[in-house]
Every structure is written in structure tokens, then in C-alpha cells.
């Protein structure tokens, strides 16, 4: 059975950092594209970040220049590393393949005040 499991959320404040990692079991996902998704309340999930199989990332006009997408096939990891993060980013965030294949994780709580 496939589980993605996303970590590494929090409650920061405007201006501040965090990295989230995702880590998935019973498969391996070194040949997918992946990407990180976010849903904020009361709006529709969003891809915020993707990166190839051979490390090639892609952003969100939103995010860009922010964020950073890495990924260790080795270890079957992607990170997020999320910087000057602003409010509108408060969001539960997501992994999963792009275009998305697995089963949705529980996500990530992350919460930037003002």
C-alpha cells in the first residue's frame, strides 16, 4: 500500500521559513515528476511546485522566488523549502506525483500570521 506522509509544517511568522518533507512507503516515485499541492480554506487545491524525475522544477507564479523544490530519489524524499512566506501562503500542504496518481496524504499544516 502506497502512503505518502508530509511533515515539517508549523505556525510562523510573515518573513519566516519552513521545510517540508515527503516521504512515501511501498513504492518508490524516482521515475514520476513530483510536485506540492496546497489547499487553503474554502478554495480548491493547488499545485504550488513541481519538479522532473531528473530535477528540473517548475513554480507557481505565486511562489516563485520563495520556494524551492528539491528532490533525493535516493532516499525517496521531495522537500519544500518555503522562505519570506506571507500569509496568503496558510495552506495544508500536500506531495504527490504531476500530474497526481497516489493516494492524497494527511498534508501539512502550515500557518503564516501576520
Known amino acids: 500500500q502506497v502512503q505518502l506522509v508530509e511533515s515539517g509544517g508549523g505556525?510562523?511568522?510573515?518573513?519566516?521559513s519552513?521545510?517540508?518533507s515527503?516521504?512515501?512507503s511501498g513504492t518508490t516515485f524516482r521515475f514520476n515528476a513530483m510536485g506540492w499541492y496546497r489547499q487553503a480554506p474554502?478554495?480548491?487545491r493547488e499545485l504550488v511546485a513541481r519538479i522532473t524525475s531528473g530535477g528540473s522544477p517548475n513554480y507557481a507564479d505565486s511562489v516563485k522566488?520563495?520556494?524551492?523544490?528539491s528532490r533525493d530519489n535516493a532516499k525517496n524524499t521531495v522537500s519544500l523549502q518555503m522562505n519570506s512566506l506571507k500569509p496568503?501562503?496558510?495552506a495544508v500542504y500536500?506531495?504527490?506525483?504531476?500530474p497526481t496518481f497516489f493516494s492524497?496524504?494527511?498534508?501539512?499544516?502550515?500557518?503564516?500570521s501576520s
Do not use: H, M, P
Request: hydrophobic residues 35%; glycine residues 16%; proline residues 0%.
Open 42 to 44: 474554502g478554495k480548491r
Open 65 to 69: 522566488g520563495r520556494f524551492t523544490i
Open 88 to 90: 496568503e501562503d496558510t
Open 11 to 16: 505556525l510562523v511568522q510573515a518573513g519566516g
Open 18 to 20: 519552513l521545510r517540508l
Open 104 to 112: 492524497w496524504g494527511q498534508g501539512t499544516q502550515v500557518t503564516v
Open 94 to 98: 500536500y506531495c504527490n506525483s504531476f
Open 22 to 24: 515527503c516521504a512515501a
